[in-house]
């Protein structure tokens, strides 16, 4: 099928930081529709990106070739609720953090769906989105990757367990990145540079060292031991790191992410079944 609409349902951090991006690549914002509870959220949206806003669904969406559920997973089951009628033939795509494919299904009553795990570095253009679809949505890929191609680099996941790994590794990611800049600006702090100079520092040490693993043809750990000569301060540094086992300890810390993400899952699930019942 050839697809050329959207609606958004939900227009909070995630729907607008996906919109934007479409729209300053080759979407046209009369493409696109906004679906929020929030009359201010959706002025702002349809002025700045020229979208179509709504304050509710109606038959009007039944002539949208896709809808993208961007709320809470607690907002979803309404919000799907909502929808349900106008979006039988429509290719769902779930940014919902932990929403199984199969309660997707139960809620939506189609299985035309292709599942997300996008990360908020999207928001820049520099995101990662971990992508699952189903073989009905196969033939959408293209349109998904579309949505998709102006926020970052995309992962698509042939098992759909694969995305509780994107969301251990990238979902939450970046929040291990801003912990780490803090740490390096909190030592610039006890080092005696002000804030700005601290903060400066962390995070230019940060991203020239991303973009030299980026664009360099070695190995991360390569390059890591081009700046570790034995007896030197960089090999201090890391023999701490490595005597207060980091490398077990981030390990561990993204387990403990994985194994959040399948409960999560299971919780949902539950609740689904519940509400079947
Ligand atoms: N933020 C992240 O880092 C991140 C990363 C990956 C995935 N996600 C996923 O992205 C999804 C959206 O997160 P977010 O941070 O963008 O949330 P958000 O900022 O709260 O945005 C959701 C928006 O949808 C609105 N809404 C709720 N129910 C609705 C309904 N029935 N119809 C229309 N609009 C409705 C909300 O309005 P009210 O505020 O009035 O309720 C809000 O404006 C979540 O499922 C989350 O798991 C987020």
Redesign the pocket.
Known sequence: MNRKTIAF???????EAIISKMVSSDWKGDDIHV????EE?LERLSSEYGVHAHKEPGSWLSEIDAVVL????R??A??IK?SKEWIEDALVIS?????RVKDLEAMIGHNCICRT????PMKIGLGVCGLYSTPEAEPDHRFIVKVFAACGDLIWCTKEEELDGVTAIS?SGPAYVFRFIEALTEAGLRYGFNDVQAKRMAIATVLGSAELAKRSGESPSVLREKVTSKGGTTYEALKVMNDRHFMEMMQDAMDACKKRAVELGDAFHESVEAAEK
């Open positions: 349902i939900g227009g909070g951090n995630m729907g679906i929020d509870h929030n959220k961007a709320v809470k997973p907002q979803l309404e919000a909502a940014i919902a953090a932990g929403v795990m996008p990360n908020t979902g």
